[in-house]
């Protein structure tokens, strides 16, 4: 059974870091793909950053140059490291994963989901 649990989520100032980790249990890492989605209270769910299963990445516009994607397939975790935090990054974060082919951004692409992990940024 496919399982992902993220930590990492925390409460930071504007301009501050912190890095995601989404454990995952029950598949290889290295043939599937994974990606972080966010939610905001009210508001859909976004697509932050993916990674394919060949080392390809996606990152959303909003979130370029600040947000990086990577995993390690030795120890079957990816992470989110996030710099120059702003309060509009303020949501629940995601951990998703789903076999190759790979879907970038795509929530509807992913049937594997973490519980989610809150990320605050006061200004």
């Known amino acids: 059974q496919v399982q992902l649990v993220e930590s990492g989520g925390g409460s930071v100032q504007a301009g501050g870091s912190l890095r995601l980790s989404c454990a995952v249990s029950g598949y290889t890492a290295s043939r599937y793909c994974m990606a972080w989605f966010r939610q905001a209270p009210g508001l859909e769910r976004e697509g932050v950053a993916a990674i394919y299963f060949n080392g390809r990445e996606s990152t959303a516009d909003s979130v370029q140059g600040r947000f990086t994607i990577s995993k390690d397939n030795a120890k079957n975790t990816f992470f989110l490291q996030m710099n120059s935090l702003k309060p509009e990054d303020t949501a629940m974060y995601y951990c998703?994963?789903?076999?190759?082919?790979?879907?970038?951004?795509?929530?509807?692409?992913?049937?594997?989901w973490g519980q989610g992990t809150q990320v605050t940024v006061s200004s």
């Open positions: 998703a994963a789903e076999p190759a082919p790979c879907g970038g951004l795509d929530e509807y692409h992913y049937n594997y």
